[in-house]
T-cell receptor, first 112, second 113 residues
Framework: KQEVTQIPAALSVPEGENLVLNCSFTDSAIYNLQWFRQDPGKGLTSLLLIQSSQREQTSGRLNASLDKSSGRSTLYIAASQPGDSATYLCAVKESGANNLFFGTGTRLTVIP | KAGVTQTPRYLIKTRGQQVTLSCSPISGHRSVSWYQQTPGQGLQFLFEYFSETQRNKGNFPGRFSGRQFSNSRSEMNVSTLELGDSALYLC????????????FGQGTRLTVV
C-alpha cells in the first residue's frame, strides 16, 4: 500500500527565508504528485501538479521537484511571507486510479 | 468560474442518526471523490464517482455510501453515526482522466455528539 511521509511535521521560519518541504512515497508507480495548501478549518488549495514524466513545476515563488525513482518530491518556497503560514500537503495518484494518497502534512509558520 | 461547492459547511448530529452531505463539482468535471480528514488519521479516501458510477472505493464500512447524479453533483451518506465519524469531509472534482488535477471544496465539518 502506498505510504506518503512528510518531513518536518512543523517548521517555523522568519519572514524572507527560503525553505524546503520534503515528501517521500513508497511506491514509485505514480501517475502524478500534487502539492496542496490548507488553512485551518478550510479546504485544500492546489498549488502545483507534477506529472510522473516531469521533473519540476514552478508557480511564482513556489517550485516543486519530483524524483520518481527515489520516491521523493520537494516544495521550495522562496522569500517566505507571513501569508504563507499554513499546512502543506503532498499527495500522489497511482497509475490506474483516481484517488490520492496524502501525507500528514508540514505545518509552516512564517514569523513577521 | 465557480469552484467546488460543498453544503452544508457545518453539521451537528447525534449518535445513531444519519447524515447526507452534498458536493457540486466544477462545471465540466465528471469525477467526484470524497475524503475524510481527522487529526489522528489524516486525509483518507472514501470513494470516487464518475458518470454516476462508483469507480473506486476506500477502506470504510458500508455505513458510508454515496451517489452521483446526471449533472455530476454528488452526495455522500453516513448512516448510524458514531462519535468517530466526527471529521472534516472534503470533496474533490477533476475533469475525467486519472492524470488530471484535483480541486477541493471547503469541506463539511461534521460533529457527532
Amino acid at each position: 500500500k502506498q505510504e506518503v511521509t512528510q518531513i518536518p511535521a512543523a517548521l517555523s521560519v522568519p519572514e524572507g527565508e527560503n525553505l524546503v518541504l520534503n515528501c517521500s512515497f513508497t511506491d514509485s508507480a505514480i501517475y502524478n504528485l500534487q502539492w496542496f495548501r490548507q488553512d485551518p478549518g478550510k479546504g485544500l488549495t492546489s498549488l502545483l501538479l507534477i506529472q510522473s514524466s516531469q521533473r519540476e513545476q514552478t508557480s511564482g515563488r513556489l517550485n516543486a521537484s519530483l524524483d520518481k525513482s527515489s520516491g521523493r518530491s520537494t516544495l521550495y518556497i522562496a522569500a517566505s511571507q507571513p501569508g504563507d503560514s499554513a499546512t502543506y500537503l503532498c499527495a500522489v495518484k497511482e497509475s490506474g486510479a483516481n484517488n490520492l494518497f496524502f501525507g500528514t502534512g508540514t505545518r509552516l509558520t512564517v514569523i513577521p | 468560474k465557480a469552484g467546488v461547492t460543498q453544503t452544508p459547511r457545518y453539521l451537528i448530529k447525534t449518535r445513531g442518526q444519519q447524515v447526507t452531505l452534498s458536493c457540486s463539482p466544477i462545471s465540466g468535471h465528471r469525477s467526484v471523490s470524497w475524503y475524510q480528514q481527522t487529526p489522528g488519521q489524516g486525509l483518507q479516501f472514501l470513494f470516487e464517482y464518475f458518470s454516476e458510477t462508483q469507480r473506486n472505493k476506500g477502506n470504510f464500512p458500508g455505513r458510508f455510501s454515496g451517489r452521483q447524479f446526471s449533472n455530476s453533483r454528488s452526495e455522500m451518506n453516513v448512516s448510524t453515526l458514531e462519535l468517530g465519524d466526527s471529521a472534516l469531509y472534503l470533496c474533490a472534482s477533476s475533469l475525467a482522466g486519472t492524470g488530471t488535477e484535483a480541486f477541493f471544496g471547503q469541506g463539511t465539518r461534521l460533529t457527532v455528539v
